[in-house]
């Protein structure tokens, strides 16, 4: 059995330096990304005996859908760099361990592709685009393959400063340079998959074309140009209730780390929040998400389901995060390492991992029900973490 604490490892062992460092880092000092892990460790179990938990559930219902897990894989871009099948991976080994994926509007596989590799409706992710017409042909692709739930990152009107990736000259398509050569070539097993397997961004001749080139026809689709146009430094909430309008599904706002956002994001239609610092890629020297995450909760009250993104690494995890309130978790990282150290059984095996800490977790403090967790199941080490001045 691979331990969470080796996951990583593993992934860092068969993923070229490059490819690694996309994954991995996060924004200039990854302060943020450091503190995400650190918040979760000022949190402590109040260790209650003789509960009774000799049957135990990890149902929970988000947004109307029931899943099996309170763990849900995160929207991550260009996941085929890390394994060859990427997205489809997720969203199979997500539907095995009865849970949803998010399929990130920079996906590598296309709408079509995912959706018809699972029975139950998923979830898609994209950002508020600058023109009109790109929103709407991304809502008609989405719509028609049948997505149940449409999420908006909200915290990347310009793309945060990942020093490794400026290092490491990180490009896609890859520009395979002299040093990137001879490291993917020490990885042999890596460097067939990705010669071999599906594009890592599709042509706009794929059958059916993935959603960049749907929404972006006839554009060279490079890192720099699809986010380039992705990026929207004039967003608003306006532009958030425009979507509203046209989207008849639940809509959540992801990137949120204030109760006034929160609110405001309820104010605008949305039925989900999701408590996110991108996982310290975006903006660095924000607090932890678990640390701002009873002050949403509190924001918004029965009025929207909440999440929690960022930082997530064991089923412990987890269990602090519903305590807290949230309805749910989203891992990225984890399930990526996953996808490189094992393919879709990898996925598969992180999910488990996740499954039986959680149901371990709970039997050792004695909740039956992880919808019965609250507040009072733990506590939080003096004078740790960020208060509003």
């Not at 409706?121 to 989405?142: D, G, I, K, N």
């Not at 020093?163 to 050569?181: C, F, L």
């Not at 412990?316 to 305590?323: E, G, R, T």
């Amino acid at each position: 059995m691979v331990l969470p604490r080796h996951w990583r490892e593993r992934a860092r062992r068969r993923l070229p330096k490059m490819i690694f460092d996309f994954v991995d880092g996060a924004a200039e000092d990854e302060v943020t990304m450091r503190r995400n892990r650190a918040a979760f460790d000022d949190l402590a179990f109040a260790g209650r005996l003789l509960q009774g938990s000799g049957t135990r559930s990890h149902k929970v219902t988000v947004l109307g859908q029931e899943l099996a897990l309170p763990v849900i894989t995160a929207p991550t871009g260009l996941s085929r760099a890390s394994g060859r099948d990427g997205e489809v991976a997720a969203a199979r080994a997500a539907s095995a361990a009865g849970t949803v994926s998010i399929l990130s509007g920079t996906a590598s596989a296309s709408a079509e592709e995912v959706a018809a590799a699972v029975d139950e409706p998923q979830w898609f992710q994209t950002y508020l685009y600058r023109e009109p017409e790109r929103m709407q042909r991304m809502l008609a692709t989405v719509r028609a393959a049948g997505f149940r739930v449409l999420v908006v990152t909200g915290d990347a009107p310009v793309g945060g400063n990942r020093e490794r990736d400026t290092v490491n000259g990180m490009s896609i398509p890859i520009r395979v340079r002299p040093k990137m050569a001879v490291n993917a070539a020490l990885r042999p097993r890596w460097l067939f998959d990705y010669l071999t397997g599906p594009p890592m961004v599709q042509s706009s001749l794929a059958k059916p074309p993935n959603l960049i080139q749907r929404v972006f026809p006839g554009a060279d689709p490079s890192l720099e140009s699809v986010m380039g146009g992705m990026f929207n430094p004039d967003q608003s909430w306006d532009d958030l209730k425009a979507l509203r309008d046209v989207w008849s599904g639940p809509l959540v706002l992801k990137g949120v780390m204030n109760g006034d956002d929160a609110r405001r994001a309820v104010d605008a239609g949305c039925d989900g929040i999701i408590v996110s610092n991108h996982g310290g890629r975006q903006l660095d020297s924000l607090p932890a998400s678990i640390e701002v995450l009873p002050e949403v909760v509190d924001a918004v009250g029965a009025s929207a389901d909440v999440l929690l993104d960022s930082g997530v690494r064991r089923g412990s995890d987890v269990v602090k995060a519903l305590a807290l309130g949230a309805k749910a978790c989203l891992i990225g990282r984890p399930w990526v390492w996953g996808l490189a150290a094992g393919g879709e059984a990898g996925i598969a095996q992180v999910l488990s991992t996740f499954a039986s800490e959680i149901d371990r977790v709970q039997g050792l403090i004695g909740v039956s029900d992880v919808n019965d967790l609250s507040s009072a199941d733990l506590r939080r080490r003096p004078n740790s973490g960020w208060v509003r001045f």
